[in-house]
């Protein structure tokens, strides 16, 4: 069992930046593959970036490619996400989350968080 918490999320400026953390709790955290995913109102939940178990390997969305980073520290047992260049359209909530493999889709994971509120100001 893995519960994941967020935090980071408020208010920004468009143009600003944000860091978002997830700490899990469980010894396991090592072993999962981590995600961030986001939902704005009225839309469906969507990708923004997947992290390997490892962290070797990190993926984004296209429209997150080079102003979004994740990152991972395995000894703190957290994810984080720095977010960078933030647009109006940025605005959602953040939802952290954990499955045994790459997390490209919803379906891979078996863990979520509560989420944590980005809204982004133009």
């Known amino acids: 069992q893995v519960q994941l918490v967020e935090s980071g999320g408020g208010l920004v400026q468009a143009g600003g930046s944000l860091g978002l953390s997830c700490a899990a709790s469980?010894?396991?955290?090592?072993?999962?593959?981590m995600g961030w995913f986001r939902q704005a109102p009225g839309k469906e939940r969507e990708f923004v970036a997947a992290i390997t178990w490892n962290g070797d390997n990190t993926y984004y969305a296209d429209s997150m490619k080079g102003r979004f980073t994740i990152s991972r520290d395995n000894a703190k047992n957290t994810v984080y996400l720095q977010m960078n260049s933030l647009k109006p359209e940025d605005t959602a909530v953040y939802y952290c989350a954990a499955g045994p493999r790459l997390l490209l889709t919803t379906y891979g994971v078996t863990y979520w968080g509560k989420g944590t509120l980005v809204t982004v100001s133009s």
């Open positions: 469980g010894r396991t955290f090592g072993t999962y593959a």
